[in-house]
């Protein structure tokens, strides 16, 4: 099971349908229709939704569902708890999901990806996806040789980014 998440009016259908070649006749709006459809778009619309049925019925089901939680929170309380549901919904999907992608502007990013669930062959994936083009930036994590001495010679790390911090750390290490 592959999921697709991003906001509404984001262009997750589309982006899809043009990765995976399918139409739009393929797909499901209804729990009922995704057991034998590979799309399935409006997630968010059955928070209810019975997961383990449905993915037994589709293992290979992609689903799409909008980004319901990065908004402003709805006063009313049945609104909340919605909300609340449709989230929680999406986090178990994306525990079980092979993939997950967020569709911003119509252009994908990858959040999580097994390889070896991507592996086997499939008719219903474009080489696209399945080849990573798709990936997110990753951003270095750990510290720097500079900064590992700056840390050892003043014993703290505090500032590294700020203007004053950046001096101070040039001019211990003995950089102008």
Not at 43 to 69: K, M, Q
Request: hydrophobic residues 35%.
């Amino acid at each position: 099971m592959i999921l697709i998440i991003g906001g509404a009016g984001q262009g997750k259908l589309d982006y899809v349908l043009q990765k995976t070649g399918y139409g739009p006749a393929q797909v499901a709006r209804t729990p009922e229709e995704a057991r034998t459809r590979p799309v399935f778009a409006g997630l968010e619309d059955w928070p209810e939704l019975d997961e383990a049925a449905l993915l037994e019925a589709n293992p290979d089901v992609i689903l799409i569902c909008d980004e319901v939680g990065c908004g402003v929170v709805p006063m009313d309380k049945e609104d909340r708890s919605w909300r609340e549901r449709v989230g929680r919904t999406c986090c178990r999907l994306a525990e079980r999901a092979s993939a997950v992608y967020r569709v911003t502007c119509g252009l994908g990013v990858r959040l999580k990806y097994i390889s070896s669930a991507m592996e086997r062959p499939r008719e219903t994936w474009s080489a696209g996806i399945s080849a990573g083009q798709t990936s997110p930036s990753v951003l270095r994590a750990g510290r720097s040789s500079g900064e590992r001495r700056f840390r050892r010679l003043t014993g703290s790390s505090s500032h590294l980014c700020s203007g004053a911090g950046r001096r101070r750390r040039s001019s211990i290490l003995g950089r102008t």
